[in-house]
């Protein structure tokens, strides 16, 4: 089965940085379309950013642009949000999902989730 495990997280003080991994198993991770999500207490689930099936095209919520990049290796079946310049509002459980499609997608319709990975910043 599809299986999608965040780790990474943690706790990070204001102005840090953190690098997510998600190592994906059960499918075959090229022709998946990634995405990040976050999800703060008392607050609806985010869109954070995807990036397509060969990683040469991402697209981010405006606001992480400018700090926070998503990358991907086919070869490990892995995808990765490095996020710079934490700010306390950022702390939230991240997740990553899985899309079975080859282009960007925005929307929150993706096939499979993680578990999500806490993140935490102080200031």
């Known amino acids: 089965q599809v299986q999608l495990v965040e780790s990474g997280g943690g706790l990070v003080q204001a102005g840090g940085s953190l690098r997510l991994s998600c190592a994906a198993s059960?499918?075959?991770?090229?022709?998946?379309?990634m995405g990040w999500f976050r999800q703060a207490p008392g607050k609806e689930r985010e869109f954070i950013g995807t990036?397509?099936?060969?990683?040469?095209?991402?697209l981010y919520a405006d606001s992480v642009k400018g700090r926070f990049t998503i990358s991907r290796d086919n070869a490990k079946n892995r995808v990765y949000l490095q996020m710079n310049s934490l700010k306390p509002e950022d702390t939230a459980v991240y997740y990553c999902?899985?899309?079975?499609?080859?282009?960007?997608?925005?929307?929150?319709?993706?096939?499979?989730w993680g578990q999500g990975t806490q993140v935490s910043v102080s200031s």
């Open positions: 999902a899985a899309r079975q499609a080859k282009a960007l997608y925005r929307g929150y319709a993706y096939d499979y």
């Open positions: 059960g499918l075959t991770f090229s022709s998946w379309t």
């Open positions: 990036i397509n099936w060969s990683g040469d095209n991402t």
